[in-house]
Structures are given as C-alpha cells and as structure tokens.
C-alpha cells in the first residue's frame, strides 16, 4: 500500500510555545489530508480535512486559530499547534487519498507532549 | 448521523483459537468499510477494506464480512496468535454530507501464549 509518513515522531514543547507536525505523502499525491487526535485507549477524532490549495475545514470544536493547517501541496500537508498548552498533549496522526473514492492512507503518528 | 459500535472492548483470548470482532453501524449508506489494526503507540494499518458491493474481504488468516442491509461487519481471526495482539478499529466511509471515515471506538485484543 501507499506510505504516509510524520515528521517528528515524537515532540516535547514548553506551554505557550508552537510546534509543527508535517505529513507527507511519499508515493502518490494527496488530494485530501486529514488531521486526527488520540487520547489514551480512545479512538481516533477527526479534527480537520484539508484539500490541497483550499482552506482548511474544522470539525466542531476545533479551534482553527489554535491548530493551524496548510496543505500547500499534493504531497505535503502541516499541522501547527499555537501557544501550546498541557491539555494539548495527545497523539496526532494524519491521513491521505488520492482521491474521493481511494483508499485513504494512515501516517505512524505523532506524540506530543507539552510541559 | 452515522454511529460506529465495536463489541466487545476488550478481548483475552488464548493462543489458537479462532474469535470474531464485531462493527455495527447505524446508517447504511456507506461507501466501503474498513479494518484497521493499531499497535500501542503506532499508527492504523489498514487489514482489510470492503466495498459497499462486497460481502466480504480475505487476507490470510482474517476474513472480514459485510452486511451492509442489516448494518454489521465481522472480522474472522484464524488460529489466533500472541503477535495478533492489538487494537481493532472498524470505520464506515460515509459520502453523504461529510465524505469521511467514520470510526468505532476499537476492540482491545489480547492473544495468551
């Protein structure tokens, strides 16, 4: 199948500071990104889908000026947490597809920890 | 708006035997559906994925079912093994309104050597 990777894997920030996750393509063009959150033994909560060269489109609850998204290429899709606090500590995993109807590929994930 | 079930949440199993995860989903209008397994602290790897016109999916020892009418899926696990250890996710593609993957909240399995 088709690689999404995640750029760091693991990350620590102090509180009030921002950080970036990258999620990248590496075998097909992504038309469509997406942005997941984790809590422990909780399943997976959609946060954003992004559809490249377009804004962004949030899930209810998510702040948009606090998780800063771009998809500024078919490859290549960026998740910025601002002003990061303790409460955003959690595991990120992206997602891409090609397309509408293709299947839609997982990134290994990204764990945050905001001190 | 499309809900995603797993049963059971956890499961403890013994090395060997054969077991059945379970996925219901609450709307029928779905695109496909997919099996994903994740490993502690890893990312979903995608196991099986069903078309809406299929019954069913196969990759060695799993076998994934699809009743798409009664809204059930199953996912068939051969001669369980300790490796077979994981969190079981079943998401639906739903394509009216927003075209996302819906997820059930995964089934914890646990193969006892």
């Known amino acids: 199948g088709a690689v999404v990777s995640q750029h760091p894997s693991r990350v620590i920030c102090k509180s009030g500071t921002s950080v970036k996750i990258e999620c990248r393509s590496l075998?097909?063009?992504?038309?469509?990104m997406f942005w997941y959150r984790q809590f422990p033994k909780q399943s997976l909560m959609l946060m954003a889908t992004s559809n490249e060269g377009s804004k962004a489109t949030y899930e209810q609850g998510v702040e948009k000026d606090k998780f800063l998204i771009n998809h500024a290429s078919l490859t290549l899709s960026t998740l910025t947490v601002t002003s990061a606090h303790p409460e955003d500590s959690s595991f990120y995993i992206c997602?891409?597809?090609?397309?509408?109807?293709?299947?839609?590929?997982f990134g290994p994930g990204t764990r945050l920890t905001v001190t | 708006k499309q809900e995603v079930t797993q049963i059971p949440a956890a499961l403890s199993v013994p090395e060997g035997e054969n077991l059945v995860l379970n996925c219901s989903f609450t709307?029928?209008?779905?695109?496909?559906l997919q099996w994903f397994r994740q490993d502690p602290g890893k990312g979903l790897t995608s196991l099986l994925l069903?078309?809406?016109?299929?019954r069913e999916q196969t990759s060695g020892r799993l076998n994934a079912s699809l009743d798409k009418s009664s809204g059930r899926s199953t996912l068939y696990i051969a001669a369980s093994q300790p490796g077979d250890s994981a969190t079981y996710l079943c998401?639906?593609?739903?394509?009216?309104?927003?075209?996302?993957?819906?997820f059930g909240q995964g089934t914890r399995l646990t193969i006892n050597p």
């Open positions: 998401a639906v593609f739903i394509i009216q309104g927003a075209q996302k993957l819906v």
């Open positions: 075998d097909f063009q992504a038309t469509t």
């Open positions: 997602s891409a597809r090609q397309g509408l109807f293709y299947e839609q590929y």
């Open positions: 069903i078309q809406s016109s299929q």
């Open positions: 709307d029928s209008a779905i695109y496909n």
